[in-house]
């Protein structure tokens, strides 16, 4: 269980997270907001607690691996990596602009500490599944973790993965579902219903965990029960809002990807400000 003051500083870096993350979109003017920011929860608990990781030396053998399945994803993934210092910040204004080390979509060649690249989406989760299964062959110690979306799990490859996963007990893998109920252009009920998402990982063999994708705490408890459960995949599917702790995005209701003028940029910064002063009083 995480401590009262481990849980605050993570709220705080959740805060720093969305931060940097409008910095990278408010710098190209527009971007992939609303998914950036449902998964900052996640990250933050990932990055700031769980995973094995030095961030000096990105690709040391043993690192924990992370898969952002969800490769449109990217800002608030590089948003992390700058505040782990695996890049200066002044990185993140040159979002997506010719020359960057950071492109709309994750790519491992380019962007230090992405471990793999992604952006075609249902591919994420079985280059997750070769990590995790690679790392088993080799006798590697390390755990893969993957960020798959709702609408992403539309994708017949991602039950392909989930298959395989359980039938070769693959367990040195946590899956997170961010589970914000839409997608490009709709709710994903409405696009290709996928019922219970935890339900039908169950019946694919996988433990199964379903959270509050914005609660710090349990995001953390449900990762080491992930970690403790042995002989079967674990799953996590995070019940997240889509533009989470950006209030434009929140109001917009569908914001899968939308512009941020100066004035926006402006007023989330004070209010994201205001939430640290207040986690800290
Ligand atoms: C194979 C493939 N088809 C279509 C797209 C275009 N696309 C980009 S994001 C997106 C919606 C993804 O929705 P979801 O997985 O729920 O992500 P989130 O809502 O968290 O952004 C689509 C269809 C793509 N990247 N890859």
Redesign the pocket.
């Known amino acids: 269980m995480l401590t009262s003051q481990e849980k605050k500083e993570l709220e705080i870096f959740a805060c720093e997270i969305r931060k940097s993350t409008l910095t990278a979109i408010h710098s190209c003017g527009m971007g ?1 907001i ?2 950036a920011m ?2 900052v929860e996640a990250l933050a608990v990932l990055y700031g607690k769980v995973m094995h990781i030095d961030p000096k030396k990105p690709r040391m053998a043993d690192r924990d691996r992370f898969v952002l399945s ?4 990217g800002p608030s993934l590089y948003a992390t990596l700058s505040l782990k210092g695996y890049f200066p910040a002044e990185a993140l204004t040159t979002m997506n602009q010719g020359g960057t080390i950071l492109p709309s979509h994750v790519d491992r060649l380019k962007t230090p500490g992405v471990d793999y690249s992604a ?4 591919t994420g989760i079985s280059v997750a599944v070769g990590s995790a299964v690679g790392a088993r062959v080799t006798g590697g110690s390390y755990r893969t973790y993957c960020i ?6 539309d ?1 017949g490859q991602v039950w392909e993965a989930a298959m395989f996963c359980a039938q070769h007990k693959v367990d040195n893998l946590t899956v997170l579902i ?1 589970y ?1 109920k ?3 252009d709709g709710w ?1 009920k409405d696009i290709c219903d996928l019922g219970s998402i935890t339900e039908k990982f169950r019946q694919f063999g996988w433990y199964a965990q379903e959270i509050d994708g914005h609660d710090i705490g349990a995001i953390y408890e449900a990762i080491e029960n992930s970690k403790a459960c042995k002989g079967r995949p674990s799953v996590i599917v995070l019940n997240t809002i ?1 533009g989470k702790g950006c209030s434009f995005a929140e109001a917009a209701g569908l914001c ?1 990807h939308l512009p941020c003028s100066d004035e926006q940029y402006e007023t989330e910064m004070k209010l994201l400000d205001e939430k640290i002063a207040k986690i800290r009083a």
């Open positions: 992939h609303g998914g449902s998964m969800k490769g449109h994803c952006g075609s989406l249902g798959v979306g709702d609408g992403e799990c994708e961010d914000n839409q997608q490009l994903t889509k899968h």
